[in-house]
């Protein structure tokens, strides 16, 4: 079983659209959690970041942490043809030094 | 640099050839990690530079896959008589700290073994 898990999709929406990301994991060390955001041909990019329970909100992004579930969510908000990309969360243990990466999901945002 | 720099962007490649990826990190950047990403798959791990201290070699899947950094600046990854399977884009990241801190990836090296 993989430590972290995250449906590939691909997903496609309309332009407009509220797109819920999700990934699951196992290790209940994991504390600190982020989104990180991959554009064809890129690097990832880092799109969000944190620590504790709860919603972060950063403009048409929101994470969501619960961490009595051990799941992790990315909510775009009025999605935008150029919010295609592949999204991947990723997490790291308190005292880690590396991030576990889930699969990434392809989402598409069609005008 | 402005960023973390990778080259090649693209390597082609014989069965049982050697390659050698080189990074470029961000100035300053006292961490540097090499993760592979398989087509449709999630970033894979590999090995892990903190400043001075002994690597964390623990993702390299095989003894034919070596990595270098000299100091804080560049690195090289090494992987020996290739396999089809090596195909993959491989990516290094930066960072200023470790672990927690948000990392800068470079555009990867596409390696294709034919």
């Known amino acids: 079983q993989k430590e972290v898990e995250q449906d590939p999709g691909p997903l496609s929406v309309p332009e407009g659209a509220i797109v819920s990301l999700n990934c699951t994991y196992s290790?209940?060390?994991?504390?600190?959690f982020m989104w990180y955001r991959q554009y064809s041909r890129k690097g990832p990019e880092l799109l969000m970041y944190?620590?504790?329970?709860g919603n972060k909100e950063d403009g048409r992004f929101t994470a969501q942490v619960d961490k009595s579930s051990k799941y992790i969510s990315l909510f775009i908000r009025d999605s935008q043809p150029s919010d295609s990309a592949t999204y991947l969360c990723?997490?790291?243990?308190?005292?880690?030094?590396?991030?576990?990466f889930g699969e990434g999901t392809q989402l598409t945002v069609n005008p | 640099g402005a960023g973390v720099s990778q080259s090649p962007s693209n390597k082609v490649t014989e069965k049982g050839k050697d390659v050698e990826l080189r990074c470029d990190p961000i100035?300053?950047?006292?961490?540097l990690y090499w993760y592979r990403q398989r087509l449709g798959q999630g970033l894979e791990f590999l090995i892990y530079?903190?400043?001075?201290?002994?690597?964390?070699k623990s993702g390299l899947p095989s003894d034919r896959f070596s990595a270098e950094r000299t100091g804080e600046s560049v690195s090289t990854l090494t992987i020996q008589r290739t396999q089809q399977e090596d195909s993959a884009v491989y990516l290094c990241?930066?960072?200023?700290?470790?672990?927690?801190?948000?990392?800068?990836f470079g555009s990867g090296t596409q390696l294709s073994v034919l």
């Open positions: 990241a930066s960072s200023q700290g470790q672990g927690r801190e948000k990392l800068f």
């Open positions: 290790n209940s060390a994991f504390q600190y």
């Open positions: 944190t620590y504790s329970s």
């Open positions: 990723a997490t790291i243990e308190t005292s880690g030094s590396r991030l576990t």
């Open positions: 100035s300053g950047h006292t961490a």
């Open positions: 530079f903190q400043g001075n201290s002994a690597p964390d």
